[in-house]
């Protein structure tokens, strides 16, 4: 299980720059977690963006479930990612304006870690496309530490302000510390936007795999 809340703020009228924040607390049987990030996104131009930003999060393993695999304690992550967009359509017959796709290239590195937890350097690319006025399509690879990771995700945007998504991950940095070895992780939730800058989200995970500790 996992809730959490989050927040954006725009630096700029033109909305060129903004900063985002979010805290999640994740809780099962073999841990829990308790997460903080935050991130720093600037448009360069109408084509290209950066984003900077650093993720801690704080474990506490249930022993008689699990010793193995990423351990107990800290650590914060810092991460870099650089997207490309084409130019915006403009069609005075569809209701959006943005690239019906994007693609993008990311690297993160361990800054700081406490107690038995593994380092998380990684690097992959990745990219979505719009599929219909409400479906998005986004997929990942990456590699690192942890090994092959990937990532395929269908968002289903219901109004304004509530996003539904499903979501298959090949993970290699769990968070719960439960399994290690070769899984996956399949999330179905949704998150509702309050306000221009706040917003909730709840989730629900299942998990399948190889690994000698897989439930």
């Known amino acids: 299980r996992e809730a959490g809340i989050g927040a954006e703020l725009p630096v700029d009228a033109e909305e060129r720059t903004k900063i985002r924040a979010k805290a999640s607390k994740k809780e099962s049987q073999y841990a829990k977690t308790d997460a903080g990030e935050g991130s720093v996104e600037h448009r360069i131009d109408d084509n290209w963006t950066v984003i900077a930003g650093a993720r801690g999060d704080d474990r506490e393993r249930n022993a008689a479930r699990t010793t193995k695999g ?14 490309y967009r084409p130019d915006r359509v403009d069609d005075p017959s ?6 019906p ?4 290239g ?3 590195a361990t800054v700081a870690k406490t107690g038995s937890r593994l380092d ?6 990745g ?24 990532l395929a995700v269908l968002d289903y945007v ?5 996003t539904l998504y499903l979501n298959y991950r090949l993970d290699t940095d769990r968070t719960d510390g439960s399994l290690y070895g070769h899984y ?3 999330t179905v939730g949704g998150r509702t936007r309050f306000t221009d800058n706040v917003g909730v989200f709840a989730e629900e995970r299942y998990y399948h795999g190889d690994g000698p500790c897989s439930p």
């Open 70 to 83: 990423d351990g107990d304690g800290s650590r914060v992550d810092a991460a870099a990612r650089l997207e």
């Open 94 to 99: 569809k209701e959006s304006r943005e690239a």
């Open 101 to 104: 796709w994007m693609v993008y």
């Open 106 to 108: 990311f690297g993160q």
């Open 120 to 125: 998380n350097n990684r690097g992959g690319a």
């Open 127 to 150: 990219g979505e496309a719009q599929l219909t006025e409400r479906i998005k399509a986004k997929s990942e690879v990456s590699g690192g530490n942890g090994g092959l990771g990937a």
């Open 158 to 162: 219901m109004d304004a302000d509530t």
């Open 184 to 186: 996956g992780v399949a």
